[in-house]
């Protein structure tokens, strides 16, 4: 049977649902499940009438609220695909993403005055009352184009269709209908997340509350004041708020569940959330390409969550691999390759590189590396573009991280190379202290991780920084500390 679509999931859940808050908009505008349904509808007709047929690309560059929500829904109901765009990135990025999409139209409200609600901004693209033709279903239909965040190169975009979409909606919630919940959504929707788990987020009939640009003290203010029951984010997203100074003012008694995504997690951070919110922890792990992979369930042991990012989801194939494509052997590092039904259609107009994306037997590689333990947990070790060589011997920041995270006197850090006339190159630590009075010294630090990872593996210079660069998702910009650090040897 034909996955029935993201259009058929939105009106099942306007059927279900009606009048319930389906989200609510950064400037306090809620919009129930009929809304999402009857306001999409007049978009697509919109979009029909400025010449958006099936198979047509759209570009959206647009902020995380209805605006995005709204218009991804009517560009699905008319078969055409969406290209979103992170609207934090660059000019030049948010052009190189364009031309690699080739869209017929774009959709953004960088025109529009500021503090515009969603009623004026698509005022120009509804058309009241109308709503397109069905469409039939069909698996194989495109949907979305969810480019890949790496900061080098040009951009990739990951082709998704129907059957992807309805086999991750499948995984996440099955059969269910209205789980209920209240929840926040403070990243961007161009992103895998939103852009896969839409449909999923529907079903469950809970109530979202949309953050256009997340910051730490109004998340606490959002767990808090709506009485939430989870909290979900990237590591660093969770890490702000541990670090914001009225943390321990909010009445946080009703979290129970921590969801930590995007990126893996430290066990000092891990323990550090699961101490402080009072709560479970749950990790997941994926990639863009993979659109689903790993992860840990609240109700397995708790080292599970805090030292790896758990085991395969159910028909999922994980295989660790060579630098030749041939799996490793026992607990040896490899690259981390994964292979279901939902993994992406390939690359957008880009058949080298999707060739290069998968091995011969259809798995797709994450640039990951990572080992599998006597428990068949997976541990990750680092991106494979991020180890460096010292002295002959590899090196991979995320292991040494994992230790230091540790230290009592570390809030957050990061490890990157430097180069050295004699070793090739060093690991620098990046260190933001939990008293900026009182940093930790290289000495300590070395010290501390000396008992459980090699000599050669230890950090050999250390900075203390008030905070580490991030990206536009809210993930650790290596790159941006590199070039930091090779700044203050000039």
Request: hydrophobic fraction near 40%.
């Amino acid at each position: 049977m034909s996955p029935p679509g993201l259009p058929w999931t939105i009106a099942e859940a306007a059927r279900r649902f009606a009048d319930r808050t389906a989200y609510v908009t950064p400037l306090g505008w809620s919009l129930s499940y009929t809304e999402v349904d009857r306001l999409s509808d007049e978009v697509a007709v919109g979009l029909a009438a400025r010449g958006v047929r099936a198979g047509d690309v759209v570009g959206l560059v647009l902020p995380a609220g209805p605006e995005y929500l709204l218009t991804y829904a009517a560009i699905a109901k008319l078969g055409a695909i969406t290209a979103g765009v992170n609207d934090r990135l660059s000019e030049r990025e948010r052009g190189a993403i364009l031309a690699v999409a080739e869209p017929r139209v774009v959709v953004t409200t960088e025109e529009a005055p500021p503090g515009s609600s969603a009623e004026t901004v698509l005022q120009g693209l509804r058309v009241q009352g109308a709503a397109p033709p069905e469409l039939t279903p069909d698996p194989d239909r495109p949907v979305a184009i969810i480019f890949t965040s790496g900061t080098t190169g040009l951009p990739k975009g990951a082709l998704y269709c129907n059957s992807q979409l309805a086999f991750i909606t499948q995984t996440d919630v099955g059969d269910t209908w209205d789980g209920g919940g209240r929840s926040f959504s403070g990243t961007s929707f161009a992103h895998l997340g939103f852009m896969t788990k839409l449909a999923g987020n529907l079903r469950r009939g809970g109530t979202t509350f949309i953050m256009e640009r997340w910051h730490a003290r109004p998340a606490l203010e959002l767990l808090a004041r709506e009485r939430m029951t989870t909290v979900a984010g990237v590591p660093t997203q969770l890490a702000l708020m541990l670090r914001d100074p009225t943390f321990d003012d909010f009445d946080l008694a009703t979290v129970q569940y921590i969801i930590a995504g995007g990126g893996p997690i430290t066990p000092g951070l891990a323990e550090e959330a699961r101490r402080r919110f009072g709560a479970r922890l749950a990790t997941r792990y994926s990639c863009t390409e993979a659109g689903i992979g790993l992860g840990t369930a609240f109700d397995d042991p708790e080292e599970d969550a805090i030292i790896s990012v758990g085991r395969p989801h159910a028909s999922v194939d994980m295989s660790l691999r060579d630098g030749d494509g041939e799996p490793v052997s026992g607990d040896d590092i490899g690259e981390v390759c994964l292979r279901s039904p939902a993994v992406m259609s390939g690359y957008w107009r880009d058949p080298e590189q999707t060739r290069a994306a998968f091995t011969a037997d259809g798995f797709v590689r994450t640039g990951d590396l990572g080992w599998v333990d006597d428990r068949g947990r997976l541990r990750l070790v680092g991106r494979s573009k991020e180890m460096y060589v010292r002295g002959g011997y590899n090196v991979y920041p995320v292991e040494i991280e994992s230790v230091l995270s540790t230290h009592p006197d570390v809030a957050a850090i990061a490890v990157v190379p430097r180069p050295d006339d004699v070793m090739g190159e060093i690991g620098v630590a990046a260190v933001v202290p939990r008293d900026r009075d009182r940093p930790p010294s290289l000495a300590e630090l070395r010290d501390f991780a000396g008992p459980h990872i090699a000599t050669y593996k230890l950090p050999e210079a250390m900075h203390v920084v008030d905070s580490l660069p991030l990206t536009v998702g809210e993930k650790v910009d290596r790159r941006a500390l590199v070039e930091e650090i090779a700044k203050l040897l000039t």
